[in-house]
C-alpha cells in the first residue's frame, strides 16, 4: 500500500532556529512530491519536487528531494513564529494521474 | 487570477440529516476539482476528483456522493450523515495533472 511518513510528528523550537522537516515515502508510481503549509484553514502550496538532488528555494524554506533513498526533507532557517503551522508532504502518483497521497504532517510551533 | 471558494465555512449538522458543500472555481476554464477530508490532527485524504462535468471518481467507499453539475462547481454530498463525517472538507484544483493543487478555505463540519 502507499503511504507517506513525516517525521517528527511535531517540533517546538525557539525564534532563530533552523529546523529540518522529514517525508519518506513508499509510493509505487511516484511522480511528484508536494510541501504545504497549513495554518489554520486551506494548506498552501509551498514546493513541488520531480527531480532528486535539486534544491527549490524560497526565502528561507529549501527542500531537496532524494528518489533513490525515497524522501525529501524541508528546510526553514532563522524561523519566525509566523512559521508556526503544520506542514504537509504529497506524493502524486503517475498511474492514476490526480492522486495526492498525504501524510500526516508535522506541527512546528516557534516559540519568541 | 483564479480563486476558490467554499460555503459553508462551518456547520453542525445532526445525525442522519443530509448534507450539502459547495464549492467554485474563477478565473479557469475545465479544472481538475478534489475533494479532501482532514480528520482531527490527521492528514488529508481524497475523497472525489473530477476531470470534467459529470465525471467523477470516487477513492473511498463511504456515504458521501459528489457531483459536478457546471464546469466550476463540485459538490460534496450525504443523503444521511454519520458521526464518523465529522472533518474538515477541502476542495481543490488544479489546471491539469503534475501541476500542484490549490485548496480552497475549507468547511468544517461537526456531526452530533
Known amino acids: 500500500e502507499d503511504k507517506v511518513v513525516q517525521s517528527p510528528l511535531s517540533l517546538v523550537v525557539h525564534e532563530g532556529d533552523t529546523v529540518t522537516l522529514n517525508c519518506s515515502y513508499e509510493?509505487?508510481?511516484?511522480?511528484?512530491l508536494l510541501w504545504y503549509k497549513q495554518e489554520k484553514k486551506a494548506p498552501t502550496f509551498l514546493f513541488m519536487l520531480?527531480?532528486?538532488?535539486i534544491e527549490k528555494k524560497s526565502g528561507r524554506l529549501s527542500s531537496i528531494l532524494d528518489k533513490k533513498e525515497l524522501f525529501s526533507i524541508l528546510n526553514i532557517t532563522a524561523t519566525q513564529t509566523g512559521d508556526s503551522a503544520v506542514y504537509l508532504c504529497?506524493?502524486?502518483?503517475?498511474?492514476?494521474?490526480?492522486?495526492?497521497?498525504f501524510g500526516s504532517g508535522t506541527r512546528l510551533l516557534v516559540r519568541p | 487570477s483564479q480563486t476558490i471558494h467554499q460555503w459553508p465555512a462551518t456547520l453542525v449538522q445532526p445525525v442522519g440529516s443530509p448534507l450539502s458543500l459547495e464549492c467554485t472555481v474563477e478565473?479557469?476554464?475545465?479544472?481538475?476539482l478534489y475533494w479532501y477530508r482532514q480528520a482531527a490532527g490527521r492528514g488529508l485524504q481524497l475523497l472525489f476528483y473530477?476531470?470534467?462535468?459529470?465525471?467523477i471518481s470516487s477513492e473511498v467507499p463511504q456515504n458521501l456522493s459528489a457531483s459536478r453539475p457546471q464546469d466550476r462547481q463540485f459538490i460534496l454530498s450525504s443523503k444521511k450523515l454519520l458521526l464518523s463525517d465529522s472533518g474538515f472538507y477541502l476542495c481543490?484544483?488544479?489546471?491539469?495533472?503534475?501541476?500542484?493543487?490549490?485548496f480552497g478555505p475549507g468547511t468544517r463540519l461537526t456531526v452530533t
Open positions: 509510493v509505487t508510481n511516484f511522480r511528484s
Open positions: 481543490a484544483w488544479n489546471p491539469t495533472s503534475g501541476y500542484e493543487q490549490y
Open positions: 504529497a506524493v502524486e502518483e503517475s498511474l492514476s494521474s490526480y492522486k495526492l497521497i
Open positions: 520531480t527531480s532528486s538532488g
Open positions: 478565473g479557469t476554464s475545465n479544472p481538475n
Open positions: 473530477s476531470v470534467g462535468i459529470g465525471q
